[in-house]
């Protein structure tokens, strides 16, 4: 007997990003799509500046107006386009459906609010009927959770007087505090010391195992992915380079772009002192992208169509897509010779 046909947790179809600037429009994410079930972790990796806290931010619906607009594709949560929701009902969303750790605590939490206030407020929005000695409880509880001692004294402090940790955990008991179904990180180690890396990760996917839901983990860290990723997008100058499962990622990398970046992580068999492998060149302009592939310039397998005709992601094996050429083409056409 066939099953019922069930949508994805959240699909990201062909999402377009643009920005207004000083030379014109720039597409800052241009038809990105990735797919994330329940309890799922997906990770996006790429260079800083590549589109993956534009993406998020597009996901939430939290991008900066007017300089910049979602001007194409669907993001369908549940099997229902965010885009087309009145802003109050997304309000309902945010913080209790979907959350965001965000890049870096100390802007992102209010200098002028005490902590227990800022936790409270994601109860004030999402259950409006909790009275004030339940919110407060209930904030405490979550400070704990997060793993902060004597929460009932950290919640009468500023953020300015915790530290880094302190302020991160904080910010996941924020997202948290709801138990929303998809929690997306942006960079939530970002720096920390090794020791608090391993601690605030442990949170999250402690939240991930007790409540089922799914995490997006933007990240230019590929050693935090491999260890905690199930699958995994590559982005490269606001496009997807690549996507697949974790394993088949590290393990055969497909795309000129993944393979350099592979390559550029630092091994215990290489020599004392010996240089790591770079990617030559740069990563163009946004206002000077070119019409076929972002990264021909910098590839050294480039094809001659790679110049003018942008390849889209096309399955290289089950489950595993790649945007380049080579997936059809291998080595029939002449590969141009100019390149680094």
Same mark, same amino acid.
């Given at each position: 007997m066939n099953q019922p046909y069930r949508p994805p947790l959240l699909a990201v179809k062909h999402l377009g990003v643009a920005f207004q600037t000083d030379q014109g429009q720039v597409l800052a994410v241009d038809d990105v799509s990735f797919e994330l079930e329940s309890g799922q972790v997906l990770g996006i990796a790429g260079e800083s500046g590549c589109g993956k806290s534009v993406t998020a931010l597009g996901l939430m619906r939290l991008l900066p107006r007017p300089v910049s607009k979602i001007k194409a594709g669907e993001i #369908?949560?549940?099997g229902e386009n965010l885009l087309d929701l009145p802003i109050d009902e997304m309000h309902k969303i945010r913080g209790k459906k979907i959350s965001m750790i965000f890049q870096e605590p100390m802007t992102a939490l209010n200098p002028v609010h005490t902590i227990g206030r800022q936790i409270a407020e994601s109860y004030?929005?999402?259950?409006?009927? *909790? !009275?004030?000695?339940?919110? @407060?409880?209930?904030?405490?509880? *979550? &400070?704990?959770? =997060?793993?902060?001692?004597d929460a009932r004294q950290i919640m009468k402090k500023y953020p300015h007087q915790l530290s880094g940790g302190m302020r991160q955990r904080v910010?996941?008991? *924020?997202?948290?505090?709801c138990e929303p179904d998809i929690l997306i990180a942006d960079e939530p180690t970002t720096a920390l010391d090794v020791t608090v890396q391993a601690q605030i990760m442990d949170l999250i996917f402690q939240f991930r195992d007790a409540t089922g839901m799914a995490v /997006?983990?933007?990240?230019?860290?590929?050693?935090? /992915?491999?260890? @905690?990723?199930? $699958? =995994? =997008?590559? *982005?490269?100058?606001?496009?997807?380079?690549?996507?697949? +499962? =974790?394993?088949? &990622?590290? $393990?055969?990398?497909?795309?000129?772009?993944?393979? !350099? #970046?592979?390559? +550029? /992580?630092?091994? #215990?068999?290489?020599?004392?002192?010996?240089?790591?492998?770079? /990617?030559p060149g740069n990563v163009p302009a946004l206002s000077e992208m070119p019409a076929g592939c972002r990264f021909a310039k910098r590839c050294k397998r480039a094809l001659m169509q790679c110049k003018d005709q942008r390849p889209g992601l096309m399955p290289v094996s089950s489950g595993h897509f790649a945007a380049c050429h080579l997936v059809h083409d291998g080595e029939k056409n002449q590969i141009l010779i100019n390149n680094p």
């Amino acid at each position: 007997m066939n099953q019922p046909y069930r949508p994805p947790l959240l699909a990201v179809k062909h999402l377009g990003v643009a920005f207004q600037t000083d030379q014109g429009q720039v597409l800052a994410v241009d038809d990105v799509s990735f797919e994330l079930e329940s309890g799922q972790v997906l990770g996006i990796a790429g260079e800083s500046g590549c589109g993956k806290s534009v993406t998020a931010l597009g996901l939430m619906r939290l991008l900066p107006r007017p300089v910049s607009k979602i001007k194409a594709g669907e993001i #369908l949560f549940k099997g229902e386009n965010l885009l087309d929701l009145p802003i109050d009902e997304m309000h309902k969303i945010r913080g209790k459906k979907i959350s965001m750790i965000f890049q870096e605590p100390m802007t992102a939490l209010n200098p002028v609010h005490t902590i227990g206030r800022q936790i409270a407020e994601s109860y004030s929005l999402h259950f409006p009927g *909790m !009275g004030a000695k339940e919110k @407060n409880t209930a904030s405490s509880q *979550m &400070l704990e959770k =997060v793993g902060i001692a004597d929460a009932r004294q950290i919640m009468k402090k500023y953020p300015h007087q915790l530290s880094g940790g302190m302020r991160q955990r904080v910010m996941i008991g *924020m997202a948290l505090a709801c138990e929303p179904d998809i929690l997306i990180a942006d960079e939530p180690t970002t720096a920390l010391d090794v020791t608090v890396q391993a601690q605030i990760m442990d949170l999250i996917f402690q939240f991930r195992d007790a409540t089922g839901m799914a995490v /997006i983990l933007i990240t230019h860290d590929l050693g935090l /992915i491999a260890e @905690n990723c199930d $699958r =995994v =997008v590559v *982005m490269y100058a606001g496009t997807v380079a690549e996507s697949a +499962s =974790v394993t088949t &990622l590290f $393990r055969q990398p497909f795309h000129p772009y993944t393979k !350099g #970046l592979l390559q +550029s /992580i630092p091994s #215990l068999t290489q020599t004392a002192k010996e240089p790591l492998p770079t /990617i030559p060149g740069n990563v163009p302009a946004l206002s000077e992208m070119p019409a076929g592939c972002r990264f021909a310039k910098r590839c050294k397998r480039a094809l001659m169509q790679c110049k003018d005709q942008r390849p889209g992601l096309m399955p290289v094996s089950s489950g595993h897509f790649a945007a380049c050429h080579l997936v059809h083409d291998g080595e029939k056409n002449q590969i141009l010779i100019n390149n680094p």
